[in-house]
């Protein structure tokens, strides 16, 4: 079965930039879409941007132009570029695998997260 583990959170100050990767194993990466999404403290799980396998992308609205995720197969790992990051970008980040290609249906497969502080 396919896992997931996202790396890459920290403490950035705001405006900066972060990185973020989630690296699959177990499984063919690369034929499954991959979202990710936040959880700030309080509030729901939200989708934040997904890529498809075929590398077709699509983004929330609160981070469009601001968050990038594109897709490495060869590495089987999965990146979300974040930058001018504002304070409510604060939030605990999780990948997921998508049961098919698309980033449309169920999530069956998560990571442990990994945690965003953007802070003065």
């Known amino acids: 079965q396919l896992r997931v583990v996202e790396s890459g959170g920290g403490l950035v100050q705001p405006g900066g930039s972060l990185r973020l990767s989630c690296a699959g194993s177990?499984?063919?990466?690369?034929?499954?879409?991959i979202g990710w999404f936040r959880q700030a403290p309080g509030d729901e799980r939200d989708q934040i941007a997904c890529i498809s396998s075929e590398s077709f992308t699509s983004y929330d609205d609160s981070v469009k132009g601001r968050f990038t995720i594109s897709r490495d197969n060869a590495k089987k790992t999965v990146f979300l570029q974040m930058t001018s990051l504002t304070l409510g970008d604060t939030a605990v980040y999780y990948c997921?695998?998508?049961?098919?290609?698309?980033?449309?249906?169920?999530?069956?497969?998560w990571g442990q997260g990994t945690r965003v502080t953007v802070s003065s």
């Open positions: 177990g499984g063919a990466l690369e034929d499954y879409a």
């Open positions: 997921a695998v998508n049961h098919w290609h698309y980033c449309s249906g169920q999530w069956p497969s």
